[in-house]
């Protein structure tokens, strides 16, 4: 079967940019479909929350605005249109669908384009939740933030994502009045108790008024945003601020066509359905990116963008552990985790699951800064194995690289003892940490150390 292309990306996204790339990179014939301004929003969006999260009390917004634009001209250059064309690829800069007949392509306003294999890396949005009076209320999301002259007195942040986390923390950093709205009850309910508990209260010491477990029956606006409770309380802001969990922008491409149905939660699609060699249900076509889904999806790392290109590309053996993924909540202090918590552990492993954890203040470099709050947990099998951890402190985006080649290398904890790790830095944390779970095993009445005892009775009395 002859054709144009080794790969058709449908894009919309830093990874689908990414994989056309590497596609290139390894000599293949690469087209790249994207909506034009598409990737260029998003960078945006992730910019303006990195920009807020790591912003100073009371910093000035206007020089916030200033850092963002002055790093969106430099944000992934090698991924730039222009680098792209001139590696080879293949750029079309118009919506794209699939076409299954009279063969299977790609079809955009222009062209009709053919591939051995097809890769699905649209963006997101925010979900519009159902809520009536909501759709004729002026709203701010992530990337209609910026166009504000001035940040408001008051808003109220509607969601519980990653994204309205970590928002709602750096306005009431920045001497917004801020409320974070959610009908959960729990602000992470996926993460163990009492680490959801410990961000919540991370988030109350930075001034944010907590509205966990609220059900919102209508929404009016005035002066100002009127939120009316189901339990007949009210709350009101000058600006609401939409940060809901991301649905993919899927409608437009046509996949049921080609038998590709995406998981859908009460009528909205959430993510598409992939299995761990990142293959749909159409055995051409594969996925990456958010839009497949997962645990905070829009901030985890990029490594399935290999991995399914080169499925695509090659053989399809290589597969995706959802264990080895680091993810990133952006707060103040950052909390980074990797892999199972304690209670997932425990219910897979037992009694062999252990739990470790150290406070950051225990670090000379945490004390060189301004917060000392935090803690590093890590949960070990009884053989050493790190089966997760959960970081909370400064350094945890960095810090969790090195968890994470562990875990994916099977390096039981022992061997990291055997680390060089510099002396005052944040990497100091690891040996703490192996010392922790070697005072477990070595503790009195277990029968290493009733072995050693023996052993050093027996020496001193030759």
Excluded at 414 to 429: N, V
């Amino acid at each position: 079967m002859a054709v144009d292309y080794d790969a058709v990306i449908l894009g919309g996204t830093v990874q689908g940019r990414g994989a056309a790339a590497l596609a290139a990179r390894e000599g293949a014939r690469v087209a790249l479909v994207e909506p034009l301004g598409s990737v260029e929003r998003r960078i945006c969006c992730q910019l303006v929350l990195t920009a807020l999260a790591s912003a100073s009390p009371g910093a000035d917004w206007h020089g916030l605005k200033h850092q963002v634009n002055a790093l969106e001209t430099v944000a992934y250059p090698h991924l730039s249109l222009d680098r792209l064309a001139t590696g080879g690829v293949d750029v079309v800069l118009e919506p794209g669908q699939f076409s299954p007949q009279p063969r299977l392509a790609v079809t955009t306003l222009t062209r009709r384009l053919r591939a051995r294999g097809y890769l699905l890396a649209p963006g997101t949005q925010v979900t519009v939740p159902d809520i009536p009076g909501l759709a004729e209320t002026s709203y701010l999301t992530l990337d209609t933030l910026l166009t504000l002259e001035a940040l408001p007195q008051t808003a109220i942040v509607l969601g519980r994502s990653g994204a309205a986390i970590a928002l709602a923390q750096a306005l009431a950093r920045l001497g917004t009045h801020t409320t974070l709205v959610s009908r959960g009850s729990v602000l992470l309910p996926t993460e163990d108790a009492d680490l959801s508990a410990f961000i919540e209260v991370l988030l109350e010491a930075s001034g944010v008024v907590l509205r966990l477990g609220s059900q919102i029956e209508t929404i009016r606006q005035k002066d100002e945003v009127e939120l009316l409770l189901s339990d007949g309380g009210a709350i009101a802001a000058q600006a609401i601020i939409l940060a809901t969990a991301p649905h993919p922008l899927l409608e437009s491409l046509n996949l049921a066509s080609v038998g590709i149905r995406p998981r859908t939660v009460h009528g909205t699609t959430t993510a598409l359905a992939v299995d761990d060699r990142l293959a749909t249900a159409h055995s051409r076509v594969f996925a990456c990116g958010p839009a497949i889904g997962g645990y905070w999806a829009e901030s985890t790392d990029h490594q399935d963008v290999a991995i399914a290109l080169r499925n695509l590309l090659y053989l399809p053996w290589r597969r995706l552990s959802s264990l080895n993924r680091p993810a990133l909540l952006p707060t103040a202090p950052e909390y980074a985790r990797l892999g199972l918590g304690a209670a997932q552990a425990r219910r897979w492993y037992g009694s062999e699951a252990t739990v470790l954890q150290v406070p950051f203040g225990q670090l000379l470099k945490a004390h060189q800064g301004d917060d000392i709050m935090g803690f590093c947990r890590w949960v070990v099998r009884s053989d050493g194995q790190l089966v997760g951890a959960q970081i909370c402190g400064p350094g945890a985006s960095e810090l969790i690289h090195t968890l994470a080649l562990a875990m994916q290398q099977g390096i039981p904890i022992q061997q990291l003892e055997r680390l060089p790790t510099l002396p005052h830095s944040l990497t100091a944390m690891l040996p703490l940490l192996v010392s922790t779970w070697q005072q477990q095993r070595w503790h009195p009445g277990t029968w290493r150390r009733d072995w050693a005892e023996n052993w050093f009775n027996w020496r001193r009395s030759r």
